[in-house]
């Protein structure tokens, strides 16, 4: 770590952040101090960021419950419409931008707050017209586009579960998500560019509908071709709501514990995990997340680089409740150049844009220099989450993008919707640091035995106490067992996020990446148990193992392979099993490397040991070595040439 800090704002600058200004409304000098407040008196904490963030009336009971995590409650007397809320935007001018999209292709346009709220009131007339109601559920399989922040919108207007996902995804990706959720209505794109290529979707989508029985009425958005040819029983976006244009916006209040979202995280066994996340908990997280960590405010315009499948997009999504600008970019963040977000922070007037360390990363490999090259000076914030951001990119923003800007590493996941660990706009930045737990949070870091850590000593990342974003559970799971199972088990009782963690002298922490077998390539979390289910599909694979190797300063995606007897790991045949994966699922979830082994280690009761391979290819202690039957096949894999390039 180096000596000095990186950064650390003027104290003109700090004492006019949204940070310094709630803490000078609840009479608390420093951030530590504001930390242990915010987690110790929680039932003070929550309704003072209610209160700043500008949500609307005076809150009644903060919290409920027996203080268990599951027997918790936040506010529960009190009702909200979320939509409202983010269209409201603290009282924005309705001829305000609300959304700006510039995409890869060059193309631009912007939409008012008036203008989304009228959509949002047809798009919600039109939902309701095929029967939605309260709780039914909405999904869209789009590119990062204004329609896809309106259907959310409508949806939570009326009360639906919104649930969303990138059209990078194959079919069995798309139905392995939605059919676990039977949504009523699907909105989809005719196509979407990406890296100078355009897509499809349109024969995708077809598989996709006969797949989901549940879907009564699908929707495509023109984005490729302006007339598409639609199928039987499809019908284009302008055709859908043509009859309710003129239909304003109805807003009924739903308790703060309603579901708003279904967002997936995959897991090592099984189709992804449908987490079901409660409207007024992720609310107030974003607001105080956006307000105070980000320092985002009225005015501002905010862009993080996202697809619809990442929960960062939700994220995005509540940034205008904050009276900001959301700004959305669809495409790839290096065409039709390696500069392409620099020429959005520059033409847009950013005042914040986030990314995901991998892409900071690239551009330091790159050799870019966008400081010099672009006029960054409205940029205020820069935040970088998904994987941890290393020392060298750290010194690269600091160096090659501006000297003065607040770099907020964060860390969280679509488990909370939120973050655990963030920034703070008021106190240094320090190489490869992660300034502070989040406010609000009681995170800690906990060995083996279940005891805190020393600075600088890795172990599990828990937290202790209940927060609003908890989910409500896992669709298709009534008595809470596998939610039970996800995240309560390692230590009973406690949330473990499942990511290795260190304290530092600073007071900040360093995330060391994932402590259990969810793969982590470029940010994005990725189960094993889809690529597994792709692999299987191979007639030459007898069986496979997958794994996260630490790789420069990311994580890339290695799949070993036992083959039928005979069959040799040629190019041809590895080609076809990327090619499978990548059709089946998404090109994230390629493999970098594939190779093939004779054995591969399992545990005495015959599950294969992907920790243990993890572990020991990572430089890491293999834990419980006595449960696995043949253990001298880990340094078999240490050892292999593939894992050397």
Not at 182 to 187: E, I
Not at 538 to 544: D, F
Not at 561 to 581: K, M
Request: proline share 7%.
């Amino acid at each position: 770590m180096s000596a000095e800090p990186l950064w650390t704002p003027s104290p003109e600058r700090a004492a006019a952040t949204n940070l310094a200004r709630f803490a000078r409304t609840v009479g608390i000098e420093g951030y530590d101090a504001l930390h242990r407040w915010s987690v110790s008196q929680s039932e003070a904490f929550w309704p003072a960021i209610w209160r700043f963030s500008g949500l609307a009336g005076e809150p009644g009971r903060p919290v409920d419950g027996d203080g268990t995590f599951a027997g918790t409650r936040f506010f529960p007397d009190e009702s909200l419409n979320v939509a409202e809320v983010i269209l409201d935007g603290l009282g924005a001018a309705p001829d305000a931008p609300m959304y700006v999209v510039v995409d890869e292709r060059g193309a631009r346009s912007e939409m008012s707050r008036a203008e989304v709220r009228s959509l949002v009131g047809a798009v919600a007339a039109a939902l309701r017209a095929e029967g939605v109601g309260a709780g039914d559920r909405v999904a869209i399989w789009l590119p990062n586009i204004i329609e896809a922040q309106i259907v959310m919108l409508a949806a939570a207007s009326i009360g639906a579960v919104f649930s969303s996902t990138s059209p990078d995804f194959g079919v069995a990706g798309v139905v392995d998500r939605f059919s676990q959720i039977a949504p009523t209505v699907l909105v989809a794109a005719d196509g979407y560019s990406y890296g100078g290529k355009q897509v499809d979707c349109l024969e995708r989508l077809a598989d996709i509908r006969a797949a989901l029985p549940s879907v009564r009425r699908t929707v495509v958005i023109a984005y490729l071709d302006p007339d598409p040819s639609l199928t039987d029983g499809v019908c284009g976006w302008n055709e859908w709501i043509a009859a309710h244009s003129s239909t304003p916006p109805d807003f009924e209040p739903r308790p703060f514990d309603h579901p708003w979202y279904v967002l997936f995280s995959s897991g090592t066994t099984g189709v992804p995990k449908c987490i079901i996340h409660r409207t007024g908990g992720v609310l107030v997280q974003h607001l105080k997340e956006h307000q105070l960590h980000c320092d985002i405010r009225p005015g501002d315009r905010v862009m993080y680089f996202t697809t619809a499948g990442w929960m960062m997009w939700n994220w995005l999504a509540t940034v205008p409740a904050s009276g900001a600008t959301a700004v959305l970019y669809d495409g790839s963040p290096f065409h039709p150049s390696p500069s392409a977000l620099f020429d959005v922070v520059q033409s847009e007037a950013l005042t914040f844009l986030g990314v995901g360390a991998k892409f900071i990363d690239s551009c330091r490999k790159e050799g870019l220099s966008p400081g010099r090259s672009h006029d960054l000076s409205s940029l205020r914030t820069i935040a970088s989450t998904g994987s941890p951001l290393s020392i060298e990119s750290f010194e690269w923003v600091y160096s090659e993008v501006a000297s003065d800007v607040h770099l907020a590493s964060i860390s969280g996941g679509t488990d909370l919707c939120g973050c655990f660990v963030g920034g703070d706009p008021t106190s240094p930045v320090w190489a490869g640091e992660i300034q502070r737990p989040a406010l609000g949070m009681a995170v800690t870091v906990w060995g083996e035995d279940g005891r805190p850590t020393a600075v600088d000593e890795r172990g599990e990342l828990v937290c202790v106490e209940p927060f609003p974003s908890m989910p409500l559970g896992f669709w298709g799971d009534p008595d809470g067992a596998r939610y039970h199972a996800a995240y309560y088990e390692r230590f009973a009782g406690v949330w473990a996020q499942g990511d290795f963690a260190s304290w530092t002298k600073h007071g900040g922490m360093v995330i060391h990446g994932r402590s259990d077998t969810t793969l982590n390539p470029g940010g994005v979390r990725i189960g094993t148990a889809e690529i597994y289910r792709q692999v299987e599909r191979s007639p030459e694979v007898l069986e496979s193992l997958v794994f996260g190797q630490e790789w420069e300063g990311d994580t890339r995606i290695v799949l070993l392979v036992r083959l039928a007897d005979g069959v040799e790991l040629t190019e041809e045949l590895a080609g076809a099993i990327r090619r499978q994966i990548r059709d089946g699922c998404t090109p994230r979830h390629v493999p970098a490397r594939i190779a093939a082994v004779d054995d591969l280690p399992r545990t005495r009761s015959g599950k294969l040991a992907e920790l243990a391979v993890s572990d020991i290819v990572n430089g890491r202690e293999v834990r419980n070595t006595t449960a696995l039957a043949n253990p001298e096949t880990l340094e078999a894999i240490a050892a292999l040439p593939a894992l050397r390039i």
